[in-house]
């Protein structure tokens, strides 16, 4: 890429936060670049196996880092085209209102979170019209609480 080049925005990472910003700002007419560490995740059987994804590995990077006490792990990263939502099958759960608040279960207790439902709820809805393009439609039958964007906000 020649030194010259100029971008007013640019996003590392394609997956669901970078893509959607992409998707967010692709209007502003800025010139955008998206940097992304791997290429695409090659179509293939494999890609259907869950063995082979999350047993074998096939496609995680095959990194070591080290953590604050100097141990080394393997993380569960893959460097491709759309992020590691193209291993999870980009199932990204909205949150309840009650996920945010103080959790007790047979573990011990899990703390409430820093910001509450609300906090995001106007990004949920802002999110509504591009999740009908790509499915939400047809998660309409789960109660509204799941998914509360979709939930009589749609028509159609």
């Known amino acids: 890429m020649p030194s010259s ?5 640019i996003i590392i990472g394609t997956g669901p936060g970078g893509g959607t910003l992409a998707y967010k700002l692709t209007p502003s007419g ?3 670049l998206l940097l992304e560490r791997g290429g695409y995740l090659p179509r293939e059987k494999d890609n259907w196996s869950s063995k082979t994804v999350f047993i074998d590995n096939k496609y995680k990077a ?23 939502s193209k291993v999870y099958g980009a199932a990204l759960l909205r949150m309840r209102e009650q996920d945010f608040g103080e959790v007790k279960h047979h573990g011990g207790i899990s703390p409430e979170w820093p910001i509450r439902y609300e906090d995001l709820e106007s990004y ?9 393009s790509i499915g939400c439609r047809r998660h309409w ?3 509204s609480v799941l998914l509360r964007g979709c939930s009589g ?3 159609g």
């Open 124 to 132: 949920y809805l802002r999110s509504v019209p591009m999740e009908a």
């Open 141 to 143: 039958t789960l109660p």
């Open 62 to 84: 095959k990194e070591t880092w080290t953590d604050k006490d100097g141990n080394t792990f393997h993380p569960s990263i893959h460097y491709n085209v759309g992020g590691n």
């Open 30 to 32: 800025k010139k955008i």
């Open 5 to 9: 080049t100029h971008y007013d925005i």
């Open 153 to 155: 906000t749609l028509t």
